[in-house]
């Protein structure tokens, strides 16, 4: 059964520190990995990653794919209490010709002043 | 350029009561989705559709029925109603083409309570 396993389910770190969130994922016919911000509304799109090794960068934030050993990690650095939110990881798989997503269980992040 | 327009927002309904959720884009996404959001669950597909008229089950489709008669609207139906069916829903779509997803894009959610 295709899975997406995320850690920490839950960090709280001071204001300016760095974090490190983990998404690792076993699933057949891999064909992306996402990343998605969700604070009240719906979650919002970070990154898209499907090469490994590749980092994506946005701001203080940054993500990289390890295709080999199947996970993902989400930087974020300097962090501010508007980081506060939960952070899914999503894997994009091919079913039967079709696309489907698995989604983790997030990662809830609360950032202290 | 709206989006994804959910609606409602909000909804209390009883057991045993029907109701349906709208979603509608105007992006010309072929690939539309619905999940259910429970607390500590992740977001779990409901039913999904990769263009108008084809429409599929997700993960837990079971109290759920969809249509996909125009590429614009995919409508989430709810048949007698269960407290198990507390939760948000979101709705999504993307565009799919050569192997790729692009451009992602959720609705801002309907928090439905059954009662």
């Known amino acids: 059964e295709d899975k997406v396993v995320q850690s920490p389910l839950s960090l709280v770190v001071h204001e300016g520190d760095t974090v490190t969130l983990n998404c690792s994922y076993e699933v057949t016919n891999f064909r992306s990995l996402l990343w998605y911000k969700q604070e009240k509304k719906a979650p919002t799109f970070l990154f898209m990653l499907t090469s490994s090794g590749i980092e994506k960068k946005s701001g203080r934030l940054s993500s990289i794919l390890d295709k080999k050993e199947l996970f993902s990690i989400l930087n974020i650095t300097a962090t501010q209490t508007g980081d506060s939110a939960v952070y899914l990881c999503?894997?994009?798989?091919?079913?039967?010709?079709?696309?489907?997503?698995?989604f983790g269980k997030g990662t809830r992040l609360h950032i202290l002043p | 350029n709206a989006g994804v327009t959910q609606t409602p927002k909000f909804r209390i309904l009883k057991i045993g009561q029907s109701m349906t959720l709208q979603c509608a884009q105007d992006?010309?996404?072929?690939?539309m989705y619905w999940y259910r959001q429970d607390p500590g669950m992740g977001l779990k597909l409901i039913y999904y559709s990769v263009g108008a008229g084809i429409t599929d089950k997700g993960e837990v489709p079971n109290g759920y029925n969809v249509s996909r008669s125009t590429t614009e609207d995919f409508p989430l139906r709810l048949e007698l109603a269960a407290p198990s069916q507390t939760s948000v829903y979101f709705c999504?779509?993307?565009?799919?083409?050569?192997?790729?997803?692009?451009?992602?894009?959720f609705g801002s959610g309907t928090r439905l309570t059954v009662v």
């Open positions: 999503a894997v994009e798989v091919d079913e039967w010709g079709d696309d489907k997503i698995i």
């Open positions: 999504a779509s993307s565009y799919y083409s050569g192997g790729t997803n692009y451009g992602y894009t």
């Open positions: 992006m010309n996404h072929n690939y």
